[in-house]
């Protein structure tokens, strides 16, 4: 069994930045590769919306509504991917969550999430 760990939410004021991370972890013995990583965030009121991806090659995919603010990385060692968020926005405020597409023993898996960290940005 497989589960993943954010970290790095908080409140900061409008043009500051935070950085999320995602850990995987599995329990002992569990042996499990991490194809795509993620984030997407919910707003009070709104629909959950893909903020940015990363494929295992490095490939990244960003919402035009944070590109050029926001960077997804991936520590593939540490099974972690990240969330780098600078010049924050108010209308950046939201849930955030993780989540990773992988596989098992080469089995895949359904989507895993985080448990969703909350991003608040002060004006």
């Known amino acids: 069994q497989v589960q993943l760990v954010e970290s790095g939410g908080g409140l900061v004021q409008a043009g500051g930045s935070l950085r999320l991370s995602c850990a995987a972890a599995?329990?002992?013995?569990?042996?499990?590769?991490?194809?795509?990583m993620g984030w997407y965030r919910q707003a009070p009121g709104k629909q959950r919306e893909l903020v940015a991806d990363?494929?295992?090659?490095?490939?990244?995919n960003v919402a035009d509504s944070v590109k050029g603010r926001f960077t997804i990385s991936r520590d593939n060692a540490k099974k972690t991917v990240y969330l780098q968020m600078n010049s924050l926005k108010p209308e950046d405020t939201a849930v955030y969550y993780c989540?990773?597409?992988?596989?098992?023993?080469?089995?895949?898996?359904?989507?895993?999430w985080g448990q969703g960290t909350q991003v608040t940005v002060s004006s």
């Open positions: 989540y990773m597409r992988l596989s098992v023993l080469g089995a895949i898996q359904p989507i895993h």
């Open positions: 990363i494929t295992s090659g490095d490939s990244t």
């Open positions: 599995g329990t002992a013995g569990t042996i499990f590769s991490i194809n795509t």
